[in-house]
């Protein structure tokens, strides 16, 4: 398989990822009401995160250079599926600005409002939560303004 089918393939996948999300989240908020939906995903959302933060308790409490390299390391396409910027990496802390998510474009792209997409991207966004407290550090997530076409920042220090 060529480098161009099977990115096209990567990114097809993390957009039916989105797509799955937004009919699981839809389903619970049928049954439960949508507190109570986001309250259901986010729990097991947040489980998975802490599994793949196993592999980043290593740089806990403090080596975010470390951590940095890991974290960007592991993101598809060699980091060009999120295109993240570190805005700040020293001893006090990883800053990481992020231009693009597929689950948010799928999002977008099934028609989703505004506030509908800040909904899912609540519930996806608390992997990184996950990810990171369970790896031992203090973590921050915003999407500044509000809203479903800004970045996302994140912030992590220790604990």
């Not at 096209?8 to 999300?21: K, T, V």
């Not at 960007?72 to 006090?92: H, Y």
């Amino acid at each position: 398989m060529n480098e161009a089918k099977l990115r096209e393939e990567l990114y097809s996948a993390n957009e039916n990822r989105g797509i799955i999300y937004k009919l699981i989240f839809d389903a619970m908020v049928d049954e439960f009401g949508k507190e109570k939906a986001k309250e259901v995903m986010k729990r097991g959302i947040y489980k998975r995160g802490e599994q793949i933060g196993e592999a980043f308790k290593q740089f806990a409490p403090g080596d975010f250079k470390g951590l940095r390299d890991a974290f960007l390391g592991g993101i598809p396409d060699e980091s060009k599926m999120f295109a993240p910027t570190v805005t700040r990496c020293d001893e006090g802390g990883l800053d990481i600005e992020f231009e693009n998510c597929p689950l948010k474009n799928s999002w977008i792209k099934m028609g989703l409002s505004d506030e509908e997409c800040a909904d899912m991207c609540e519930v996806a966004g608390i992997i990184d939560y996950g990810t990171f407290q369970g790896a031992g550090f203090h973590f921050e997530m915003t999407a500044l303004p509000e809203g479903s076409k800004d970045k996302c920042y994140l912030k992590v220090r220790t604990k």
